[in-house]
């Protein structure tokens, strides 16, 4: 099962800095969505924003047409409230520094939120979190901490983390982006078959430009906290119609 | 002429004050029993998001930092009974350290916890735990053994300063060695003893937290 996601003028400023000027966006359930743009250009935080870890200034947020922060009367709603606990249970999240508990093994940490968030029994629990580590290809190290794992192993046992709570829609923020560089290629077949099944609706904050080209449907081009250019990706990278993107693009070819 | 130190007498007086020394060791294992349970309820009272919580306890911990121990012991001596509290100047003092030391302790506990990254938080966040939970299960773990060396020389401060019970009537081992002082007119061998008893204790207690260090290692993990 997969959730939409609607923006309405969707802002974010810290202190002076505007970090998003009023997003408008509308995405379908089960749509894989690839965000690039330069660094600072508000992708991260519009992933922040979805997960609720940050509040938006003004502009409103809507999974499956339910707003984030107020509930069905229109009050709004603090961060540990049941209704933003509810809403924010739809969805999952991998972080670039993988965020994994370093006092629990790889086991521990999947089974984790399934034990104590959702109260799944210990040994289903146990049992679920094997077969999601297994899915990411890390079978053999479900007993590890994460001292003992490479950069390329954590970030599986972070997707097999978010994975066990069944998110509606699964963020990704630059989960590739701290890895060396022969372990980038092994993340992304995951995040490739992910996008296949179509079981959840992702959104990929990337700057692997094939990655976002060939696997998702649709690519988004921030800059400066707006989206300049919303397309299907084969046009978006083919066919860039804004001069920024144009740009944008030009100078990661060179960089490549 | 006696001889400086009368050795003879220094072990005729020892079980007198070994038996004052289980009321020292006494006062100091609940004392810090208690500024370790209190001072970890403080120090995440103090981090509640209501500020009606939170600004209480930040005062309360501020002004019993800031006042005597001494004070404290004699205030809670002679004011708690009159409010119709009835305790026996043991529990009083034990009472006295524990809240005196939490306020302590509740300040390394929060240096603790402000060591683990927001990175921790955010992802107990996204697994949608509850704030109870990413307490217990994900800041905790991480914040309290790295603390442990310093809560451990709050123990031995703590051990240090239980002769001000004397003053509230308690007679622990300076007391005692004070008792037998006046009876006997020779100071030199029980004030001695209690310094050795002391010092024997107070690196008996590093040792200890040192393995209780070592040991938890197994747990915090490394980021």
Partial sequence: ?256 | MSPVFDWAFAWEILPALGSALVITVQATVLGMLLAVVLGLALAMLRRVRLRWISAPVAVLIEFVRSTPLLVQMYFLFYVLPQSGVQMSPLATGILALGVHYAAYCAEVYRAGIESVPRGQLEAATALNMSAWRTAVGVVLPQAIPPVVPALGNYLVAMFKDTPLLSAITVVELLQQSKIIGSTTFRYTEPLTLVGVLFLLLSLVAAWGVRRLESWLKQFGGTR
């Fill in chain 1, 1 to 256: 099962m997969s959730a939409s996601i609607r923006l309405n003028n969707l802002c974010k400023r810290y202190g002076q800095l505007e970090v998003l000027r009023g997003i408008d966006l509308d995405i379908p359930a089960g749509q894989t969505v690839s965000i690039i743009g330069p660094s600072g250009s508000g992708k991260s935080t519009l992933l922040r924003l979805l997960m609720t870890l940050d509040r938006p200034t003004s502009g409103e947020i809507l999974i499956d047409g339910e707003s984030m922060w107020t509930d069905a009367q229109g009050r709004a709603m603090g961060p540990n409230s049941a209704h933003v606990r509810r809403v924010r249970g739809k969805i999952g999240m991998v972080f670039q520094h993988f965020n994994l508990f370093p006092h629990k093994t790889a086991l521990g940490n999947v089974m984790e939120a399934p034990v104590h968030v959702a109260g799944v029994p210990r040994d289903e629990a146990a049992q679920r979190a094997r077969e999601y580590l297994e899915l990411v290809g890390l079978g053999d190290k479900i007993d590890a901490y994460p001292a003992q794992l490479s950069g390329g192993q954590k970030q599986r046992v972070g997707i097999a983390r978010a994975l066990a709570m069944h998110p509606e829609i699964m963020l990704f923020d630059e989960v590739t982006s701290a890895l060396d560089p022969e372990l980038v290629g092994g993340i992304l077949q995951i995040l490739r078959d992910l996008a296949a099944k179509r079981t959840m609706t992702m959104i990929i904050v990337t700057h692997q430009m094939s990655f976002a080209e060939r696997s998702s449907d649709r690519t988004l081009f921030f800059d400066q906290g707006n989206v300049v250019e919303d397309a299907e990706s084969s046009v978006l990278f083919s066919n860039p119609r804004e001069a920024r993107t144009q740009q944008f693009l030009q100078s990661v070819i060179e960089a490549v």
